[in-house]
T-cell receptor
C-alpha cells in the first residue's frame, strides 16, 4: 500500500540552528501539505503545494520557515533559525487534486528545540 | 471565520456505541471529514460527508446536518484499538484556496 514517507522521524536541535524535514508523497498525488501539530491540538496547515506551486502559505512564518517542491514530487520544509516554540510534530500529507478532504499523512517528524 | 468544537475527552466501554459530536460556526463549507489519530501516529482518513445525512463504513458512521451546523462520528461495537483521538475537519467555502481546518480533537478511551 502506498504511503507518505517522511524523514527524519525525530530531530533534536538547539535554538538558532537550522533544521530541515523531507517528505515524499504518494505517487500521483498532485497536492502536498505541511502541517504543524502541537500536542492536544489538531493539525494546522503551514503550506500547501499544487504540483510545484505554492497555493497557500498564509500561516507559514516566512521570516524563518521555507518550503519547496522543486519538481512537483518530494518536498523539503526548513526552519532557520529554530526557536523553542517550534517544538512540535511536523506532518506531511498528500491528496489527489480533486479530493482535498481525503488526505494521507506521513508518520511525521517530532522536533524538539532545546 | 470558522471554528469547530468537539468534546475534549470521551470514555466508553468495550462493545458499546459512542458518538463524537462536532459543531461548527462557519458561513459555508464543502463537507465534513473525520480523521483518527493514535498516540504517536499520523492522522488517518475515516470518512467524508459531502451532503447531509448518514454515511456508513463498517463499524463507523458519520452524520452531517448543515441546517443544525452539526455532525457526528458514531463508532459501534467498540474495540480497545479504537482508543485514539478523533478530529473533525471542514474546508470552508471561500474564494480562492481553502485548506482543511481541523478541530482540536476528541480523545476516546475504550475501557474493558
Amino acid at each position: 500500500e502506498a504511503e507518505v514517507a517522511q524523514s527524519p522521524r525525530y530531530k533534536i536541535t538547539e535554538k538558532s540552528q537550522a533544521v530541515a524535514f523531507w517528505c515524499d508523497p504518494i505517487s500521483g498525488h498532485a497536492t502536498l501539505y505541511w502541517y504543524r501539530q502541537i500536542l492536544g491540538q489538531g493539525p494546522e496547515l503551514l503550506v500547501q503545494f499544487q504540483d510545484e506551486s505554492v497555493v497557500d502559505d498564509s500561516q507559514l512564518p516566512k521570516d524563518r520557515f521555507s518550503a519547496e517542491r522543486l519538481k512537483g514530487v518530494d518536498s523539503t520544509l526548513k526552519i532557520q533559525p529554530a526557536e523553542l516554540g517550534d517544538s512540535a510534530m511536523y506532518l506531511c500529507a498528500s491528496s489527489l487534486a480533486g479530493t482535498p478532504y481525503e488526505q494521507y499523512f506521513g508518520p511525521g517528524t517530532r522536533l524538539t528545540v532545546t | 471565520g470558522q471554528s469547530l468544537e468537539q468534546p475534549s475527552e470521551v470514555t466508553a466501554v468495550e462493545g458499546a456505541i459512542v458518538q463524537i459530536n462536532c459543531t461548527y460556526q462557519t458561513s459555508g463549507f464543502y463537507g465534513l471529514s473525520w480523521y483518527q489519530q493514535h498516540d504517536g501516529g499520523a492522522p488517518t482518513f475515516l470518512s467524508y460527508n459531502a451532503l447531509d445525512g448518514l454515511e456508513e463504513t463498517g463499524r463507523f458512521s458519520s452524520f452531517l446536518s448543515r441546517s443544525d451546523s452539526y455532525g457526528y462520528l458514531l463508532l459501534q461495537e467498540l474495540q480497545m484499538k479504537d482508543s485514539a483521538s478523533y478530529f473533525c475537519a471542514v474546508r470552508p467555502r471561500n474564494s480562492g484556496n481553502t485548506p482543511l481546518v481541523f478541530g482540536k480533537g476528541t480523545r476516546l478511551s475504550v475501557i474493558a
